[in-house]
């Protein structure tokens, strides 16, 4: 006999889940050390059912995150099969090849929720942890052509066994990372949120009991497939085509290649990166789970932004790319960029794409690049290595009738600031200028947002700086006839008043009193500037996001 399902009762379980999942959330936020998660939230959490189809992730952390969940969960039962996971037990891994995190920075911990040895469910971190060795502190570097060279990887593998933490393999990884103390705190914050996760789904089963709660989550995962195959069928049936380029590699200065088939058909979604560049020398490779992360992303955002983060929304979606593409690399490519630069233009693609289809809910190009600084170092102050993490926001892209958000993170990326005070007690590095660019926003009837000007100045005495950035020479577009927007910049004062311009993707050295100018692309406009509303621009000129030259310029009676 079909039990039946009360839709209060469905709605109430889903936010339970959800519930969790942002309790777990907090729990790692609240206990980590390194300011990257503390302050930053790059981080996220997960629930699972035994055999690995996601119920309910944190929206606290970064769409790219839980959007490469699915393909933690599958690496780690693939090697520890449910059965046999023990209570207490916890497996970490950090690999991208064949398939799990983006890249090595991003450390996954799966961990069993018991009932009578019995497991009911699964609970799934992942943390940006700051450094994971390799040729550069903070693990991300340019100038490599392998993964070999970008850290420590870590097979699927126990750290905690019957909830005794594994000392060897912690020593392990520990000797081969720079920034100790934070590598054991955020992991150790990692297992806290486990810990909250499977003590509030223990919580629930005692409530509800077990056959509910499996009843119910079997409806949460068909309710959120039903919903996205509604919102797709919604959409004009049809093969949508777009590309989008990454300015370079950070090897060969030549454009690299992303191009997206979207074809809807009645109620399901593909999505076919044939056409996408080969695989590139740089580290800006990725594999087909960042690629499926990001239709995940564009496919919520567009069709149903309320549906849970779930399987079930997934099942009606393909994604596809070649073999030794840019989104399909061949072990041991170098990939550690690739969460930061190319999954943003993978996004950008799909939204020329689906413009397409729902012009009205797609936005003009935003900054799309996280702009990524990683300093590190030996601080003088202790004695001991630091390395700073940062991505700076920029310009969010404008709506058909919205103007772009300022100085903000973007589409996969929902990490804050790391604010300044936090920097300066913590580094050996000063905040002397931190500021929206004026002009640069993409002109339209809606404007793009603003960039973000940041100086860095350095007080240690020698530190290793990777930064990785886009969108310098290929800008944010716009749409309807909005401009494109200003790109990225970057360069440092060395102490002796020269300049040096800084490539958008590099490593290089800073020294005792040299300052690091880092500048982000602003957001695209939307339709004609010169019919921009009068009040508006003399808003943007008294709040100094715009010049008078900037008004004169693209609208008109602006003066």
């Known amino acids: 006999m079909e039990t039946s399902i009360n839709p209060v009762t469905l709605e109430i379980m889903r936010n339970r889940w959800r519930g969790i999942a942002e309790e777990a959330c907090a729990a790692m936020i609240r206990s980590s050390y390194s300011p990257n998660i503390r302050d930053r939230f790059d981080c996220s959490t997960a629930l699972a059912t035994p055999d690995g189809e996601i119920v309910a992730q944190a929206e606290i952390g970064t769409p790219l995150h839980l959007g490469i969940m699915p393909a933690i969960f599958r690496a780690v039962l693939e090697r520890f ?55 550069a502190p903070g693990s991300m570097p340019f100038g490599v052509t392998e993964i070999y060279q970008e850290g420590l990887q870590i097979p699927p593998t126990k750290i905690f066994a019957g909830g005794e933490f594994v000392q060897p393999i912690y020593e392990l990884i520990n000797q081969n990372v720079r920034t100790r103390r934070e590598l054991r705190g955020d992991l150790m914050a990692q297992w806290a949120a486990a810990r909250t996760g499977q003590g509030r789904v223990r919580d629930l089963i005692e409530r509800h009991g077990l056959d509910e709660v499996r009843t119910y989550t079997t409806a949460i995962l068909e309710h959120a497939e039903k919903s996205m195959r509604a919102g797709i069928a919604a959409m004009p049936d049809g093969v949508y085509t777009y590309e989008d380029f990454l300015d370079d590699d950070g090897f060969v200065d030549e454009p690299v290649r992303i191009h997206a088939t979207v074809t809807i058909a009645g109620d399901t979604l593909g999505v076919d990166f044939t056409g996408t560049s080969p695989q590139v020398a740089g ?83 935003c900054s799309s690049e996280m702009n990524l600084i990683n300093l590190g170092g030996i601080d003088p102050r202790s004695g001991e290595y630091f390395n700073l993490v940062e991505t700076v926001g920029g310009g969010h892209g404008a709506c058909h009738d919205l103007d772009g958000s300022d100085g903000i993170q973007n589409h996969l990326t929902n990490t804050q600031n790391t604010p300044i005070e936090v920097i300066e007690r913590q580094y050996p590095v000063r905040i002397d200028r931190y500021e929206l660019i004026p002009d640069s926003c993409g002109p339209g009837t809606f404007r793009g947002g603003c960039g973000i000007r940041r100086h860095f100045f350095f007080e240690g005495d020698k530190a290793t700086l990777t930064i990785g950035a886009d969108r310098r020479k290929l800008l944010p577009w716009g749409l309807e006839g909005g401009g494109a927007a200003r790109g990225a910049y970057g360069r440092v004062v060395h102490a002796d008043g020269t300049v040096e311009e800084l490539p958008t993707k590099v490593c290089t050295t800073l020294r005792a009193g040299d300052t690091l100018c880092v500048e982000t692309p602003g957001g695209g406009g939307w339709g004609d500037a010169s019919e921009r509303d009068e009040e508006a621009v003399r808003r943007d000129l008294a709040d100094g996001l715009i010049s008078d030259d900037y008004a004169a310029t693209h609208h008109t009676d602006s003066s």
Do not use: W
């Open 81 to 135: 099969p449910v059965a046999e996971l023990k209570p207490g037990d916890a497996v970490i891994t950090n690999l991208p090849y064949p398939e799990g995190p983006g890249h090595l920075p991003d450390l996954s911990m799966v961990s069993p929720v018991t009932l009578a040895d019995d497991t009911v469910a699964l609970v799934a971190t992942t943390c940006h942890h700051v450094d994971m060795g390799g040729f």
């Open 283 to 365: 580290p800006l490779n990725a594999r087909l789970t960042a690629a499926k992360a990001c239709v995940y992303y564009v496919a919520k955002v567009l069709i149903d932004p309320d549906l849970p983060s779930c399987a079930g929304a997934h099942r009606p979606i393909t994604v596809t790319a070649p073999e030794g593409s840019l989104l399909q690399a061949h072990f041991p490519a170098a990939i550690g960029n690739a969460n930061i630069l190319t999954d943003q233009r993978v996004v950008d693609t799909l939204l020329g794409a689906f413009y397409q289809v729902v012009p009205d809910r797609v936005c003009a190009a």
